[in-house]
């Protein structure tokens, strides 16, 4: 029995299958299938009912989760008190917000390879529930999000902040004034999801007593609202940063009303009980490479651990 068919056993246990084990170990479905079959041999007992349509676990399979769960938490703890110095290196999760995505992700991942090179970086753009929900069950290691309220089981990094504006494409009819907040509840509305922040944002904005009803479209990608929006078929609250030539060139314009930015915060997350030094130092790589306002200024990235460290649930070496 070894470390890494206990890494397989775990990941098959949490995501249901081979196949979804195999993607987030980065690893082929052949090689978590021979490290469980090894496991298996090993301890005489099978630990999956493949008999059934999804794959369960056998009470003997059962009784290992806590044994292997303490034995990978208790070789992370080796690594981090004991372990010789080497290069961060392992799978690491992130969700990432659209607009990350589309402005500076690329510098950070530059930055990442630059300085860790056996690190490898899987990004899953997703709206905030998700990727609060995902770095708090352990799906994600970090979250790249719209800043959440203070919450005491996550650990944060300030990204900096994006003026936000309401805006209508040029073919939208608006009145030869100040635009209020009742066009805005009369006019159709390019929204993102119901359970999204944006969309919350907006009906705090249009209701701020609460309630109330909109017309319009709802699209959880950003790219489509300003599809949409510039297409004349109805106005949405829409990011500056990425809008300058669209405005610029007349496809979009910002509607006149008061107050004519409103200011969203971003945010670096990892649940502070899987904070390991190196999702921390990543985070902080996040705070460099991001071109958000009012970021913290970071002349020179965070440096390397002191003693090396591979991440949670990576060995850091090939299968």
């Known amino acids: 029995m070894n470390i890494k068919q206990l890494e397989a056993f775990l990941a098959i246990a949490r995501h249901g299958s081979f196949v979804e084990a195999a993607e987030r170990l980065n690893l082929t479905q052949s090689t978590v299938s021979a490290r469980i079959k090894e496991l298996e041999q090993d301890l005489a007992v099978p630990l999956f009912d ?14 290992l989760l806590d044994y292997a769960d303490r034995a990978l938490a208790l070789q992370q703890e080796i690594k981090r008190r004991i372990g010789s110095p080497e290069a961060l290196a392992g799978v690491v999760r992130i969700g990432v917000a659209e607009l990350i995505a589309v402005t500076w992700l690329p510098r950070f991942t530059a930055m990442v390879r630059e300085r860790y090179p056996a690190v490898t970086l899987q ?3 997703a709206m905030n529930p998700s990727m ?41 009819e608006l009145p030869e004034r100040a635009v209020t907040a009742e066009d805005l509840r009369r006019w159709p509305i390019i929204y993102q999801s119901a359970d999204s922040y944006m969309n919350q944002l907006m009906n705090s904005i249009l209701y701020p007593g609460g309630g109330g009803r909109r017309s319009g479209t709802s699209c959880n990608s950003l790219a489509a609202r300003i599809s949409l929006t510039a297409a004349g078929l109805g ?20 509607l006149p009303i008061e107050p004519r930015h409103v200011e969203v915060s971003y945010s670096a997350v990892c649940a502070i009980s899987d904070s390991a030094p190196g999702f921390r130092l990543l985070m902080d790589l996040a705070v460099a490479a991001s071109s958000f306002q009012g970021v913290a200024e970071v002349s020179t990235p965070p440096a390397p651990l002191a003693s090396g460290e591979a991440f949670p649930g990576e060995s850091g070496g090939p299968p």
Do not use: C, Y
């Not at 493949?50 to 399979?61: A, S, V």
């Not at 949405?236 to 030539?245: E, Y």
């Open 235 to 254: 106005v949405s609250l829409m990011p500056l940063t990425t809008l300058g030539r669209d405005i610029q060139e007349g496809r979009l314009r910002i």
């Open 132 to 172: 609060l929900n995902g770095v708090r069950s352990g799906d994600l290691d970090i979250g790249l999000i719209i800043q959440p309220e203070r919450q005491t089981e996550l650990e944060m990094r300030h990204l900096g902040t994006v003026p936000f504006a309401w805006m209508a494409g040029t073919s939208f």
């Open 123 to 125: 990004f899953e753009v």
């Open 50 to 63: 493949r008999t059934r349509r999804q794959i369960q676990l056998t009470p003997k399979g059962r009784e």
